[in-house]
């Protein structure tokens, strides 16, 4: 059984698309916020976490940072999409403990299959 995926994205037609290919491949997606993400890293059994460089919060590098500084999150797979002129918050986003960053129209293109990862 595949491992949910934690997804921090309030952009909603993008959060839709993510929702409706993650169920045309058999992924279960978790939506949360900011606050509650780090619990529901512990308590889940979610290995992945899609992380909205741009989240209107402003807490994506925050969030980047919890999940990989805490021993019981820090092997959770954190992957980013920003725009892709947005090189200062791509090396940020990767100094701050993001596996990947992707450019979200990469994202959007290869999502199906970057789901199927992420759900192991």
């Known amino acids: 059984m595949p491992h949910p995926i934690l997804t921090l994205v309030d952009d909603l037609i993008f959060l839709a698309k ?7 491949v058999g992924v279960i997606l978790e939506s949360v916020e900011p606050s509650s993400v780090k619990e529901r890293a512990t308590a889940s059994s979610a290995h992945s976490i899609i992380l909205d460089l741009n989240h209107r919060s402003g807490a994506a590098l925050k969030v980047a940072r919890a999940i990989k500084g805490d021993p019981a999150t820090s092997h959770v ?3 980013g999409f920003l725009s892709h002129v947005q090189t200062d918050l ?3 986003a990767r100094e701050a403990g ?3 960053v992707l ?3 990469t994202f ?9 990862k992420l759900a192991g």
Do not use: G
Request: charged residues 20%; glycine residues 0%.
């Open 90 to 92: 791509a090396a940020a």
């Open 77 to 79: 797979r954190v992957m």
């Open 98 to 100: 993001c596996d990947d």
């Open 18 to 24: 993510i929702q409706q290919t993650a169920k045309q």
């Open 108 to 116: 959007a293109q290869k999502l199906p299959q970057l789901l199927m």
């Open 103 to 105: 450019a979200r129209s």
